[in-house]
Structure formats: structure tokens, C-alpha cells
């Protein structure tokens, strides 16, 4: 069987504060919305533009930077894997989504032109 690849890589800004949870052996995990954002011309020759959001969760550790110098409007650089994650609706409906489990992330910090 051929060996499968699970890898996504993504650039793109933060959308709100990350939510950081603390843990009990001392790290911590930090869920975000990161908004990736595509032109393209539609069949009218217009520019649209579309933008993605992705559910992105990291944990401290080696290829993380700082957890708390990370802001709505961030640019992020990410690369990790899909997950699927299983949840009920609130009327019992079983659901499925998709999060990035991240395993690297390195915050771009614009230069100003500098």
C-alpha cells in the first residue's frame, strides 16, 4: 500500500483573539479562526475574491511560537494536518467538521516597507 499524506499549509490572518487553555502538566492549547483569502475571475472576467475560514488548534511545544503574541489580524504561516472532529447539534443531529491540528506555526511580522 502506498504511504498517504496528511499535510495542509496555510498563510493567513487571524479572524478573532485565540481562546488559550491551560492544561494540567503545565502547556496549553490554543484554538483560532484563520481566514485564507483567493482571487479569481468569475465567467464574466470579473475579480472576486473568496475567503476561507479554517479552525486551526495548537499545543505549546517545539515549532510554536508564543502563544500570547498572537492576535485578531495576525498573519500566521501554518502547517499540520486535518482532523475530523464528531459533535451532536443542539436537536441531536450528529455532525462532522474539520479542524487543522497544527505542528508548526511562525507568525509573519510585516516589515513596513523597511
Known amino acids: 500500500m502506498e504511504k498517504s499524506i496528511n499535510r495542509v499549509e496555510l498563510k493567513g490572518n487571524v479572524g478573532f483573539d485565540?481562546?488559550?487553555?491551560?492544561?494540567d502538566d503545565g502547556s496549553q492549547v490554543m484554538r483560532l479562526s484563520l481566514a485564507t483569502s483567493e482571487t479569481f475571475k468569475n465567467r464574466k472576467g470579473e475579480l472576486q475574491e473568496?475567503?476561507?475560514w479554517h479552525s486551526v488548534v495548537a499545543f505549546t511545544g517545539k515549532n510554536m511560537p508564543d502563544f500570547s503574541q498572537i492576535k485578531k489580524g495576525?498573519?500566521?504561516s501554518v502547517v499540520g494536518r486535518i482532523k475530523p472532529v464528531q459533535y451532536?447539534?443542539?436537536?441531536?443531529?450528529e455532525r462532522q467538521t474539520y479542524e487543522i491540528v497544527a505542528a508548526a506555526i511562525k507568525q509573519i511580522v510585516p516589515n513596513n516597507g523597511l
Not at 18 to 23: A, D, G, H
Open 50 to 52: 473568496e475567503t476561507v
Open 18 to 23: 485565540p481562546k488559550i487553555t491551560s492544561l
Open 74 to 76: 495576525s498573519v500566521l
Open 88 to 93: 451532536q447539534t443542539k436537536t441531536g443531529i
